[in-house]
């Protein structure tokens, strides 16, 4: 048995959004391209954006490299890629009203893909902040005509914001990030998107964006219940809280403060860690690793018990045990 392994650092891939804005290089401080950018992927292995890690003895490596050449790292998870994506979205304008299918209706009609269940950790919003989770046609005939009719106000379920709310988005839940959020998201490896509504907007060379309202039409739960707020009902123990689980991912957030140092056994597969706000040092049996708000790092098979001590708040997940 060789020692336990260390935290994994990972480079963030920024991409450009039309949507984004200049926040997650004044706010977060990531080296980011010109332009507006919206998207930070924290971790992730998707083709997409690959991201790179940054030290330690796999420095330069990426992700997806990992998974498929050290596999032990992650001894125990199956699949041919790396299952979770970790984003952080600043959204300086709406985006557009969307839609994800359920594995089973990805599997079938987009090559084989994977659905998305994803949700959103509330970094930071304006004041009156707002958000779109859930709608409110009661079957399909309803939605299309509500479509047809363009009555979007009475369709889409806005919520009020405020920073450290949390939504869990299951597949089939019509949902948006309004202008001036900037959100942390937790989601399957997946990209299949289906847009129901862009506000009408045109794009530089003045086309609009396609929507996919059959698929939409297909895939929304029409008897979900939209919820209310964003509040976070479930307790906190020793600074932890478990926000959602589903058979994809479990998500925790977990806060230290003075007099509160959160112990969290990392005794999965492998653990996602994004530090969302503060600073402080996270200690495995590995050693003590310096922490502040941006930084995301995976914590491998056998990385131990992690203790976290300082002012800081992390959202971290991981696959859940069978
Ligand atoms: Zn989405």
Redesign the pocket.
Known sequence: MSACPELIRLKPVLHNNIWGGRKLHDVFGYDIPDGPVGECWGISAHPHGDCTVDGGPYDGCTLSQLWSEHHELFEGAEGDRFPLLIKILDAREDLSI?V?PDDEYAMANENGSLG?H?CWYVMDCDEDGQIVVGQRAHDRAEFEQMVAEGRWNDMVNLIPIKPGDFFD?KPGTV?AIKGGTQILETQQSSDV?YRVYDYDRRQPDGSLRELHLKQAADVIDYDAVAPASGDVTAPEENGITKLMSCKYFEVLRIRAREGQTPVAAQDYPFMCLSVVWGEGTITSPAGVVNVKRGDHFVAPCGAGELTFEGVFSVIASYVPKA
């Open positions: 969307q994800h998305k994803e988005i949902h998107t």
